[in-house]
């Protein structure tokens, strides 16, 4: 009974840089591949940013050089720290993670996380 559940959403201002958490419940993999995605209505489902292991991180085009993902394994949590939030960024925030440690960057997709746990999303509204 693997939960995970984000929080740190809400409506801010653009310019603004929260922070999302997920704490994740009965899941003691501590090299599973962890990740950030997001779906704004209409839209599919984006992979914005991962964390293996060891450390290695991906991000998304759209983010880098503003988001940065990490994780506390002793506190079975994962971050993302959203620098100078844009309108553009408004979206459903989900964090899921899975059983094995990420793929390389060619295969890091949403749907290569189709299987993994899921939460139920946090909202950020950027206005």
């Known amino acids: 009974d693997v939960q995970l559940v984000e929080s740190g959403g809400g409506s801010v201002q653009a310019g603004e840089s929260p922070t999302l958490s997920c704490a994740l419940s009965g899941y003691d993999d501590k090299s599973g591949c962890l990740g950030w995605f997001r779906q704004a209505p209409g839209n599919e489902c984006e992979l914005v940013s991962t964390?293996?292991?060891?450390?290695?991180?991906y991000y998304a085009d759209s983010v880098k050089g503003r988001f940065t993902i990490s994780r506390d394994n002793s506190k079975n949590t994962l971050f993302l720290q959203m620098n100078v939030l844009r309108p553009e960024d408004t979206a459903m925030y989900y964090c899921a993670a899975d059983w094995t440690d990420c793929p390389g960057r060619s295969t890091l997709t949403a749907d290569w996380f189709r299987s993994a746990y899921w939460g139920q999303g946090t909202q950020v509204t950027v206005s």
């Open positions: 964390i293996s292991s060891d450390g290695s991180t």
